[in-house]
């Protein structure tokens, strides 16, 4: 029970809750599967300081290594594979505003010039930092996450949890007054219209009956079915058509025919001595 904590939301007056005889600890946010959690308020400012955080310690653990004279392309490597996926982590179930964007990338700035043991001072341009580290752009690998999220959502045809919140909508309540707060598709609706989810669900059908015409993956091996044993096939076995598909692989091309209007050569003879 020491893991359990107990959030109250605007419309419920806080009181102790005890199970047992542990009494629960009421708290404003906590932190669920990797990310902040809070009721009634948008969770998303104080997430992006989290991940910068925790971006930044996952850095310092390899800073000996950033630091060191080891090719570029290591570094970038390493960056991309150890320090990128924390500072991304579950980015695609967020909305972003202009602000919120700004954030990761003045961070993953920082680190390219920690990279490359430069400051602002130096007054290096960004597009030339980026051409010497070239790491992966943050903002490129949100929206990649997000837009592969928002496909999977959209071939979804059961009735998942995942599914249900996204197309929630409040039955009651009034806005506050003054422009909306971002929602997760605006992004999504300003790239492909609002019928994005249609469409990216006519994408996924078209590219499971691609894959249902012979495109597809192979099983993996323990999902593959196995032959009964003594039923190896022969070279009689085969189907006739296969047979003649492999005679006409192995022989040499067809020799092109020599044009019409080409004069005749006389057949070339072989005159052997008399005996």
Not at 10 to 21: A, D, W
Not at 141 to 163: C, E, M, P, V
Not at 220 to 231: I, M, V
Not at 236 to 247: C, D, W
Request: proline share 7%; glycine share 6%.
């Amino acid at each position: 029970m020491d893991k359990t904590k107990i959030m109250f939301n605007v419309h419920v007056t806080p009181m102790p809750v005890v199970v047992g005889s542990t009494k629960l600890e009421v708290v404003d946010e906590y932190v669920y599967l990797g990310q902040i959690v809070r009721l009634g308020k948008s969770n998303f400012d104080r997430e992006v300081n989290r991940r910068i955080q925790l971006g930044w310690a996952a850095f310092g653990k390899l800073r000996h290594i950033f630091s060191s004279d080891i090719p570029q392309n290591l570094k970038t490597k390493l960056y991309n594979q150890c320090v990128l996926p924390v500072m991304t982590y579950g980015t695609e179930t967020w909305s972003f505003t202009a602000g919120r964007m700004r954030k990761l990338k003045v961070a993953q700035r920082a680190m390219e010039r920690a990279m490359l043991g430069v400051s602002l001072r130096d007054k290096l341009r960004n597009e030339d930092i980026r051409s010497r580290t070239r790491v992966t752009d943050i903002a490129q690998r949100i929206s990649k996450l997000k837009w592969q999220w928002a496909g999977h959502i959209a071939r979804r045809t059961d009735n998942r949890w995942g599914r249900k919140v996204l197309e929630w909508q409040p039955r009651t309540g009034r806005r506050s007054v003054g422009r909306p707060p971002t929602r997760w598709s605006d992004d999504l609706v300003r790239h492909a219209g609002s019928r994005w989810m249609q469409s990216r669900r006519a994408l996924g059908q078209v590219t499971s009956a691609r894959q249902g015409r012979g495109g597809a993956r192979r099983a993996p091996r323990q999902c593959r079915a196995r032959r009964p044993p003594g039923r190896t096939p022969t070279l009689l076995s085969l189907r006739p058509t296969a047979i003649a598909s492999r005679l006409r692989a192995t022989q040499s091309p067809p020799q092109r025919p020599a044009p019409t209007n080409a004069p005749l050569r006389a057949p070339y003879t072989t005159h052997l001595p008399q005996p």
